[in-house]
């Protein structure tokens, strides 16, 4: 071999740690942007925080407009319950900006019970997003795009819908996995904390089998169809 080119650092790191010299490998560049590819996001996102491997990851996605005090007071509950069970924790901001989400994220990790199993992930591209849903072992989506990213990767995926847009998503995830949300009307925190912990560590409190397997891949199947339509 006379060369290797790699996307990014990292990537070379590696190959020099198996013993290529590293004069034989090439960072690449995309010559359509002239500019250096993005970083593996994979690598990327390891850097913002350390998963612990031996607990489930929940990826969440939240909305503040103009119900935020309703959401913040909901995901604190449903979290510290999560967390005492042995959940790890990534708030995905899909609106960086401090008057959306991310700083409702600031305001939820300052009043929960176990703030180092809570991570809050600012993703600076799409393939970012992905690999933040790719690590998880399921997500809980408020925003319609993370729900159809995790839905489309497979995840047991968990719906609170705010809008008519996402009313569709209950014939993907499953009505037990979808819950209106709004000022006058939100889930039962118990019955959405039974629910990720029955469908993600795939046994109910009574030590059973989960039962609810075959929604996830009618939901993969169901999806596949509609983008194939589209």
């Known amino acids: 071999v ?16 198996y013993g290529v010299d590293g004069r034989k490998i090439e ?9 250096k590819f993005y970083d593996d996001p994979d690598f990327s996102i390891n850097e913002q925080f350390h998963i612990k491997s031996d607990k489930p990851i929940l990826c969440i996605s939240l909305v503040k407009e103009n119900i935020g005090l309703h959401v913040k007071n909901f995901a604190i509950n ?14 995905l901001a899909m609106d960086e900006r401090e008057e959306e989400e991310l700083g409702l994220f600031y305001e939820i990790k300052k009043q929960i019970k176990n703030p180092s199993d809570v991570h809050i992930v600012v993703p600076n591209n799409p393939a ?8 998880s ?29 996402q009313n569709w998503l209950s014939e993907f995830v499953g009505q037990n996995r979808w819950w209106k ?12 904390f039974s629910r990720i912990v029955e469908d993600v560590c795939c046994k109910n409190f009574t030590g059973q089998e989960n039962k609810n397997t075959h929604l996830l891949i009618k939901a993969e199947n169901q999806f596949t169809s509609y983008m194939e339509k589209i």
């Open 137 to 165: 072992n399921a997500v809980v989506a408020f925003r319609l795009h993370c729900a159809v990213m995790a839905v489309s990767m497979g995840k047991p995926t968990f719906v609170l819908a705010r809008e008519a847009k």
């Open 78 to 91: 449903v979290i510290n319950k999560l967390t005492d069970y042995g959940f790890e924790i990534l708030l």
């Open 181 to 192: 949300f709004s000022e006058k009307s939100k889930p039962n925190e118990e019955e959405v």
């Open 2 to 17: 006379n060369g290797y080119l790699v996307r990014d650092v990292s990537s070379k790191d590696i190959l020099m740690n």
């Open 27 to 35: 960072v690449g560049y995309d010559i359509g942007l002239n500019s």
């Open 128 to 135: 970012q997003v992905s690999a933040a849903i790719k690590k």
